[in-house]
């Protein structure tokens, strides 16, 4: 599933942040520890909130993009979320992957208390989890971050005396559907020291 069909309409085309970035916002909306209402991450697909012909059309869009992220929750569930056709990575054609990466570390950033809460219940619980888990998600946001913004992550890297990273990125490409797969995971360890969270992610993952 895709939110192709939202876009086909122009006046929805040009209310909404565009298509990859937002399916992106929403994948990251549901890999959330403390899955969010659509109150909350709704607006983040919405670019222009007072452009809105109708209360039909609001509902229609918010129909479709609901849609879409029990989609995603019921792919977790099957762990079976998969990146995208359009999120190859290809050097002709990178603007897919980062508008699709943006989103998702646009979601993370938003819900980052909410990661942090559940961050902060693991350790009290079990802390010895902490380092590995620590050192997982620091690599998934890391990996996302080059290729939502690939200029600025060979500049960087440059600064700190890597001048490799250029040629290197085709081969970490090939790990990002392991890397999702991770960041997923780790949002299902955290969501078990939440109050009804676990349940939650167990209904996903069942």
């Excluded at 918010?62 to 849609?67: A, V």
């Excluded at 989609?71 to 056709?85: A, G, I, K, V, Y």
């Excluded at 646009?106 to 942090?116: I, L």
């Amino acid at each position: 599933m895709n939110l192709l069909s939202l876009y086909e309409n122009p006046d929805n085309a040009s209310i909404l942040y565009p298509r990859f970035y937002v399916e992106g916002a929403v994948l990251g909306a549901s890999a959330c520890p403390e899955i969010p209402m659509p109150d909350v991450w709704l607006p983040w697909a919405i670019e222009h909130h007072g452009q809105m012909k109708s209360n039909e059309q609001a509902d229609a869009m918010t129909e479709t993009l609901f849609s879409y992220f029990k989609w995603c929750l019921s792919q977790m569930r099957d762990e079976n979320t998969q990146l995208p056709p359009y999120a190859a990575y290809d050097e002709a054609n990178k603007d897919a992957l980062a508008w699709w990466l943006k989103g998702i570390l646009a979601a993370h950033t938003s819900m980052q208390e909410v990661w942090q809460n559940a961050w902060h219940k693991m350790q009290n619980q079990a802390p010895e989890k902490a380092p590995k888990l620590a050192k997982n998600l620091k690599h998934c946001l890391s990996v996302f971050s080059t290729f939502a913004d690939v200029p600025l992550a060979i500049e960087q890297a440059k600064q700190r005396g890597d001048n490799q990273l250029e040629e290197k990125l085709p081969v970490i490409a090939k790990s990002l559907p392991n890397t999702l797969q991770i960041y997923i995971d780790i949002s299902g360890e955290l969501a078990a020291y939440l109050p009804n969270q676990f349940e939650t992610f167990e209904q996903k993952k069942h």
